[in-house]
């Protein structure tokens, strides 16, 4: 390891540790920077900090469940991919089909329950094909903006900052200095103010270009409503078959089931007496 620029790098980090704390006790002159670079400074750190919540927002969205979104960010750190895991939907259908084939598949309740699971599959599916969408056309974006622009603008303002404590420091430094080593500190201010003010414009040019990449992110918007959209709709429409499909098949179970008849008698009504059926229409009936 190199002393000497260990020694310089520790010097560099005391000088900027004294020029903030003397600047927050009001004892030294602070340099600040225009109105337009502190309305961009504003305008930045919105977009970085609602961005970032609409991110674990449509996150939590598509993956309700906080342990699995921690699982899903491991294991595409870790393999690449998320793992394969059934949805909410998928899981009630499942359960109503192994339900229905339990209770009995040739009666109402049991073949309704397979019916309506396979509809709350076909469901968890359409499900899926929105999470797979609001990912690849929203979220994986914006992450990317987070990851890359996001990224490069804060140690570029981080840079900036510590430029702007350099310059503070010596220019302090010239207040005490005396005139013999005036020129030599006058000259350290020049160049600490040129790198300054470069440093001020390459972050001024990036927060500007954070501010551009609104409209992309307005593309993106527009592509999860997209995908909502088709997820909703087809959604809909799955449902109405359903209904369509239970409403065919109840008329199946009449004079069963559903209303206490016999399916031998001609829909014969019965009247049940100290659990004995007993024919309305039979001459010996009481």
């Known amino acids: 390891m190199d002393l000497k620029k260990l020694v310089g790098d ?72 998320k793992p394969r895991r059934l949805n909410n939907l998928e899981c009630l259908g499942s359960d109503m089909i192994r339900a229905g084939n339990e209770v009995g598949p040739g009666t109402a309740y ?6 309506v699971g396979a509809g709350q599959q076909k469901l968890g599916l359409l499900e899926k094909e929105f999470a797979t969408s609001a990912t690849s056309n929203f979220i994986d974006p914006l992450r990317r903006f987070l990851e890359n622009d996001v990224r490069t603008y804060v140690r570029e303002k981080k840079d900036l900052e510590n430029k702007r404590l350099d310059l503070g420091a010596v220019k302090n ?6 005139n013999a080593s005036q020129d030599s500190i006058e000259r350290e201010v020049r160049l600490a103010q040129g790198s300054f003010d470069r440093q001020a414009e390459i972050t001024k040019l990036l927060m500007e270009g954070i501010l551009v990449a609104h409209s992309s992110h307005l593309r993106h918007l527009q592509d999860l409503v997209a995908a909502q959209a088709k997820c909703y709709a087809a959604c809909h429409a799955q449902m109405q078959d359903l209904q369509r499909e239970l409403s065919n098949a109840s008329g199946l179970y009449t004079g069963t089931e559903a209303t206490g008849t016999r399916p031998d008698a001609d829909n014969t009504p019965l009247f049940r007496l100290n659990s004995e059926e007993i024919d309305l229409n039979s001459p010996t009936s009481p």
Request: proline share 2%; charged share 30%.
């Open 110 to 115: 049991g073949s309704t329950l397979i019916k």
């Open 10 to 81: 520790a010097s560099v980090f005391f000088s900027r540790a004294v020029q903030l704390t003397e600047e927050k006790l009001g004892t030294s002159d602070k340099t600040e920077l225009d109105a337009h670079y502190e309305n961009l400074v504003n305008r930045t750190e919105q977009t970085i900090i609602w961005t970032e919540k609409l991110v674990q927002d449509v996150d939590s969205l598509i993956t309700p469940n906080p342990g699995n979104r921690v699982e899903d960010y491991i294991m595409e750190k870790i393999e690449g991919q």
């Open 173 to 178: 430094k010239l207040k005490k200095a005396k």
